[in-house]
Nanobody
Framework: QVQLVESGGGLVQTGGSLRLSCAASGRTFSSATMGWFRQAPGKEREFVTAIRWSGGSTYYADSVLGRFTISGDNAKNTVYLQMNSLKPEDTAVYYC???????????????????WGQGTQVTVSS
Protein backbone atom coordinates (compact mmCIF):
# COMPACT_ATOMS: atom_id res chain seq x y z
CA GLN A 1 0.00 0.00 0.00
CA VAL A 2 2.76 2.42 0.96
CA GLN A 3 6.13 2.42 -0.69
CA LEU A 4 9.24 4.41 0.11
CA VAL A 5 12.00 4.86 -2.43
CA GLU A 6 15.34 6.43 -1.60
CA SER A 7 17.62 8.04 -4.13
CA GLY A 8 20.66 10.26 -4.25
CA GLY A 9 23.27 8.01 -2.73
CA GLY A 10 26.72 7.76 -4.18
CA LEU A 11 30.41 8.24 -3.64
CA VAL A 12 31.74 11.47 -2.20
CA GLN A 13 35.02 12.65 -0.75
CA THR A 14 35.53 13.55 2.87
CA GLY A 15 34.12 17.01 3.50
CA GLY A 16 31.78 16.80 0.57
CA SER A 17 28.02 16.95 0.41
CA LEU A 18 25.24 14.71 -0.73
CA ARG A 19 21.49 15.05 -0.83
CA LEU A 20 19.20 12.07 -0.39
CA SER A 21 15.54 11.94 -1.29
CA CYS A 22 12.78 9.66 -0.10
CA ALA A 23 9.62 9.56 -2.15
CA ALA A 24 6.52 8.00 -0.64
CA SER A 25 3.70 6.61 -2.71
CA GLY A 26 0.27 5.32 -1.84
CA ARG A 27 -3.21 6.69 -2.12
CA THR A 28 -3.83 6.86 1.62
CA PHE A 29 -0.31 7.58 2.72
CA SER A 30 -0.01 10.30 5.32
CA SER A 31 2.77 9.70 7.75
CA ALA A 32 3.07 11.54 11.04
CA THR A 33 6.79 10.98 11.23
CA MET A 34 9.47 10.29 8.69
CA GLY A 35 13.04 9.53 9.39
CA TRP A 36 16.37 8.33 8.19
CA PHE A 37 18.36 5.43 9.56
CA ARG A 38 21.67 4.05 8.41
CA GLN A 39 23.42 0.73 8.65
CA ALA A 40 27.10 0.10 8.13
CA PRO A 41 28.48 -3.39 7.50
CA GLY A 42 28.50 -5.43 10.69
CA LYS A 43 26.63 -2.80 12.65
CA GLU A 44 23.07 -2.33 13.80
CA ARG A 45 20.76 -0.01 12.00
CA GLU A 46 20.97 3.34 13.76
CA PHE A 47 18.88 6.44 13.92
CA VAL A 48 20.09 9.45 11.98
CA THR A 49 17.31 12.01 11.92
CA ALA A 50 13.55 12.41 11.80
CA ILE A 51 10.94 15.02 11.08
CA ARG A 52 7.46 15.43 12.47
CA TRP A 53 5.04 16.60 9.82
CA SER A 54 2.91 18.51 12.29
CA GLY A 55 4.92 21.62 13.00
CA GLY A 56 7.98 20.34 11.23
CA SER A 57 9.96 19.55 14.37
CA THR A 58 13.23 17.82 13.63
CA TYR A 59 15.42 15.46 15.60
CA TYR A 60 19.02 14.44 15.08
CA ALA A 61 21.50 11.92 16.31
CA ASP A 62 24.41 13.57 18.06
CA SER A 63 26.78 12.20 15.46
CA VAL A 64 25.20 14.19 12.64
CA LEU A 65 23.93 17.27 14.44
CA GLY A 66 25.15 20.39 12.69
CA ARG A 67 26.13 18.51 9.55
CA PHE A 68 22.92 16.90 8.34
CA THR A 69 19.58 18.56 7.74
CA ILE A 70 16.26 16.84 7.26
CA SER A 71 13.43 18.55 5.45
CA GLY A 72 10.13 17.54 3.97
CA ASP A 73 7.65 18.46 1.31
CA ASN A 74 4.34 17.11 2.53
CA ALA A 75 2.57 17.93 -0.73
CA LYS A 76 5.01 15.69 -2.55
CA ASN A 77 5.24 13.10 0.22
CA THR A 78 8.97 13.50 -0.02
CA VAL A 79 11.65 13.84 2.62
CA TYR A 80 15.18 15.03 1.99
CA LEU A 81 18.42 14.55 3.81
CA GLN A 82 21.09 17.13 3.13
CA MET A 83 24.44 15.80 4.26
CA ASN A 84 27.36 18.19 4.56
CA SER A 85 30.88 17.83 5.88
CA LEU A 86 30.73 14.12 5.27
CA LYS A 87 33.13 11.81 7.05
CA PRO A 88 34.21 8.25 6.27
CA GLU A 89 32.24 7.08 9.31
CA ASP A 90 29.08 8.27 7.57
CA THR A 91 29.51 5.46 5.06
CA ALA A 92 26.46 3.22 5.25
CA VAL A 93 23.27 2.20 3.57
CA TYR A 94 20.75 4.90 4.33
CA TYR A 95 17.13 3.91 4.81
CA CYS A 96 14.07 6.08 4.74
CA UNK A 97 11.34 5.18 7.20
CA UNK A 98 7.81 6.30 7.94
CA UNK A 99 5.67 6.04 11.04
CA UNK A 100 1.92 6.40 11.01
CA UNK A 101 1.95 8.25 14.30
CA UNK A 102 4.27 10.36 16.36
CA UNK A 103 5.53 8.78 19.55
CA UNK A 104 8.47 10.46 21.16
CA UNK A 105 9.64 7.26 22.81
CA UNK A 106 9.72 5.42 19.47
CA UNK A 107 11.24 8.20 17.43
CA UNK A 108 14.80 6.92 17.54
CA UNK A 109 14.22 3.18 17.27
CA UNK A 110 13.66 0.89 14.32
CA UNK A 111 10.55 -0.62 15.91
CA UNK A 112 8.89 2.77 15.89
CA UNK A 113 8.48 2.82 12.13
CA UNK A 114 5.92 1.10 9.94
CA UNK A 115 7.40 1.39 6.47
CA TRP A 116 10.90 1.20 5.08
CA GLY A 117 12.61 1.94 1.82
CA GLN A 118 15.12 -0.32 0.12
CA GLY A 119 18.07 1.81 1.10
CA THR A 120 20.65 3.78 -0.82
CA GLN A 121 24.39 3.43 -0.46
CA VAL A 122 26.45 6.38 0.71
CA THR A 123 30.20 6.00 0.57
CA VAL A 124 32.59 8.65 1.84
CA SER A 125 36.17 8.20 0.77
CA SER A 126 39.05 9.26 2.98
Amino acid sequence: QVQLVESGGGLVQTGGSLRLSCAASGRTFSSATMGWFRQAPGKEREFVTAIRWSGGSTYYADSVLGRFTISGDNAKNTVYLQMNSLKPEDTAVYYCAAALSFRRSYLRVVAGYDYWGQGTQVTVSS
